[in-house]
């Protein structure tokens, strides 16, 4: 079991920036891919970020590339998830996700093992 706790969101005006945190506590988190994903109310989750057990090669979601960076920190197991030059439609409840699977799509719900209770982020225009 993995147990995935999501910090870092509040309210920010448009063009700021915020860091997110998702930290791990169970079983060895550097075995996890972890991706983040968000979900505006009365929409589906959808994929945001995601980097592999090895923290290389991340993936975006196209509305956020140039803006937000994924990273992690094994020894702290910790994923992180910069967010600049935010936008007032980046509004939404941030969840972290991890998955041990060797065959996975970043983009699936369905793939991901774990998840976080979700972080909301409020930006302001």
């Known amino acids: 079991q993995v147990q995935l706790v999501e910090s870092g969101g509040g309210l920010v005006q448009a063009e700021g920036s915020l860091r997110l945190s998702c930290a791990a506590s169970g079983r060895t988190f550097s075995s996890y891919h972890v991706a983040w994903f968000r979900q505006i109310p009365g929409k589906e989750r959808e994929f945001v970020s995601g980097?592999?057990?090895?923290?290389?090669?991340?993936d975006y979601a196209e509305f956020v590339k140039g803006r937000f960076t994924i990273s992690r920190d094994n020894a702290k197991n910790t994923v992180y998830l910069q967010m600049n030059n935010l936008k007032p439609e980046d509004t939404a409840v941030y969840y972290c996700?991890?998955?041990?699977?060797?065959?996975?799509?970043?983009?699936?719900?369905?793939?991901?093992?774990?998840w976080g209770k979700g972080t909301l982020v409020t930006v302001s225009s």
């Open positions: 980097i592999v057990r090895s923290g290389t090669t991340p």
């Open positions: 996700a991890a998955t041990g699977r060797g065959a996975f799509t970043w983009t699936y719900v369905g793939d991901m093992d774990y």
